[in-house]
């Protein structure tokens, strides 16, 4: 309980005598699917599209730069459909608790800024759901097994999103941005135990997202020296 304290005043500290620190929500909404190795395996996949909303907390220093964290709640996965029939079709729905932590640079000076973030993100599953319509025949008869095959618990993976942000007063900041699953982390598999013949098996993502913000404490910006000019005749005192 000691160390907490001591570890919140510290944080305080520094925040208060370098920088910004905003808290607030976030939404957004995404396209998802899923990327296979071999590549014939996503041949019936359509996007699936899903929301996400949670919390984020955004430090920035002086110089712009800064980490952002976010705890989400977020619905992944894919989506079958056979192409010359529109009633068969097939969805995979995961939901996750994801905790991103990622840097974030912001460019300018003025209330309406362009930002970048990229970092890694962990995520936990808390549930899954299939839907299958009239996909059974593609499903028994598929030699890889990856519908029946239960998702692992964590998954881990790298984002990185380009947006803008908008300060409305003082207080409250209103950000928007497009972020991208860089699928460079996670390991090689989604599921459990590896389906037969599949190499490879990553969840993908491209996402927006909109927050609204409270602006804790403002960003310190330098101070304008103002110097001292005397008027003009003040020295002919001293000749």
Known sequence: M???????????????????????????????????EPPSLNGNQVSLYEP???????????????????????????????KDCDTVRYKREISYLEVPLMTHFELGRSNFRIYGVFG???????DEKTTNQNYDFIIEHNPYDMYN???????????????????????FSALADVRYDL?????????????????????????????????IRQQRTEEVKEYYVPKEGMNEDFY
């Open 183 to 215: 699928q460079l982390a996670g390991g090689q598999n989604i599921f459990k135990k590896q389906p037969n013949g599949i190499q490879t098996s990553r969840l993908s993502e491209l996402s927006c997202s909109f927050s609204l913000v409270f602006n």
């Open 120 to 126: 890694p993100y962990f995520a936990v599953k808390q």
């Open 52 to 82: 996400n909303f949670g919390f984020v907390a955004i430090f920035n220093d002086k110089c712009n730069a800064g980490v952002q964290l976010e705890v989400n709640y977020a619905v992944k996965g894919w989506r079958e459909k056979e």
């Open 2 to 36: 000691k160390r907490t304290i001591i570890l919140a005043i510290t944080i305080l500290a520094v925040t208060q005598a370098f920088g910004q620190l905003s808290v607030g929500v976030r939404a957004g909404f995404g396209s998802y699917g899923a990327s296979f």
């Open 149 to 171: 095959q239960k998702v692992r618990k964590l998954d881990f993976g790298n984002k990185v999103g380009l947006g803008f942000r908008l300060n409305m007063g003082s207080r």
